[in-house]
């Protein structure tokens, strides 16, 4: 732009003076709308408060979604996480469980009677006594 | 601007970040003093400036009203001296989104069978009175030299339409108007001496 520096410098000047002549004829139709505009966006600026005093209003939202969250981590850190940890001294309960769903096995508890499985084992060790001897 | 620094209470708190101002509620009222302040500043100039490159009275008020909502809602807290390049920054676009939408409509008016009327202006001769009269021979001269500035301009390229607008209209200096046309400030100087050179060339008999 330096080679022809004083022509635009005038040139800008007159082309400055006609728009802010433009500006300065624009009717009052415009300039009624163009305020109420203003005072709209004015209304709307006063009406958001700043984002310091927006930050308390939304603390009891965000408390309430950081209750939420811990909830929603606790619940899920008790949940079993795939297969189920081997205890000592279970083995043996699972074995009874097998037992006691096993309907035979129930049949046979439903008939107890322990004098006549005694007689039962004395008899077999009398027998293999004998066979022995 | 600066009477918002001279009317913000000295006991606020500086705790918003990023280059916000945080106001106390006393402070409200100076901010909003200052935003309109600054609004009633620009929007004359920003309606010229929209009118310039929407050629419609309606969608530039529509343009300048959009931009003056949106710096309200979104950079009101920002300082005061970041307010024009953002405000001018906002309307281009709003502009932008106007012309692309105008050019889908035109396409799809175009093969309607029917034709929208025009809206009928409201003829009201007290609000359309100019704010002022000249004299007659001066407001001849004037007026010949505002049409053939707005044809010339009309026919310049968008980009360069727009620094010029806002470097000579606005007074935006090339960092602002960088901002506000959201490009390098060497393309700031480009633009800008490419419109001189185009409408010196287009209004040098009636500007010299």
Redesign the interface.
């Known amino acids: ?1 330096s080679p022809n520096v004083e ?2 410098l ?3 000047r ?3 003076a ?18 109420q ?6 209304a ?3 009406r ?6 927006r930050s308390f209003s939304l603390m009891p939202a965000a408390g309430a979604v950081a209750a939420a969250l811990l909830v929603t981590m606790v619940v899920w850190h008790r949940q079993p996480q795939g297969e189920l940890p081997v205890i000592e001294g279970v083995h043996s309960t699972a074995e009874d469980l097998d037992l006691l769903a096993d309907g035979e096995g129930i049949d046979l508890m439903e008939g107890w009677d322990g004098s006549f499985y005694e007689w039962a084992v004395e008899q077999t060790d009398v027998v293999n006594g004998e066979t022995d001897g | 601007m600066s009477e918002f620094a001279t009317l913000a209470s000295p006991y606020s708190m500086p705790v918003a970040s990023h280059g916000d101002v945080d106001l106390s509620d006393s402070s409200i009222n100076a901010r909003s003093r200052a935003l309109n302040q600054f609004l009633a500043s620009v929007e004359l100039k920003a309606f010229k400036i929209a009118q310039t490159a929407l050629r419609d009275e309606e969608d530039a008020l529509d343009a300048v009203q959009d931009a003056m909502l949106q710096l309200a809602r979104a950079y009101a807290n920002k300082p005061a001296e970041e307010w024009k390049p953002l405000f001018y920054r906002i309307l281009e676009n709003r502009i932008r989104d106007m012309q692309r939408r105008r050019t889908v409509r035109g396409r799809v008016i175009a093969w309607l069978p029917f034709r929208a009327d025009d809206e009928e202006d409201e003829l009201d001769p007290i609000a359309r009175a100019p704010s002022t009269d000249p004299p007659p021979a001066r407001r001849l001269e004037i007026d010949e030299a505002m049409q053939a500035l707005e044809k010339a301009l009309a026919r310049l390229p968008r980009r360069q339409q727009q620094v010029f607008l806002l470097r000579t209209l606005e007074g935006l200096d090339v960092a602002q108007t960088a901002v506000a046309m959201g490009c390098s400030e060497g393309s700031v100087k480009t633009h800008y001496f490419r419109a001189l050179q185009a409408l010196r060339a287009q209004l040098g008999e009636l500007y010299t």
Do not use: C, T
């Open positions: 732009m022509q635009p005038e040139f800008e007159q082309a400055r006609v728009l802010e002549e433009s500006v300065h004829r624009v009717d009052g139709r415009i300039r009624s709308r163009l305020n505009a203003r005072q709209a966006a004015v709307e600026a006063a958001r408060r700043p984002a310091f005093w």
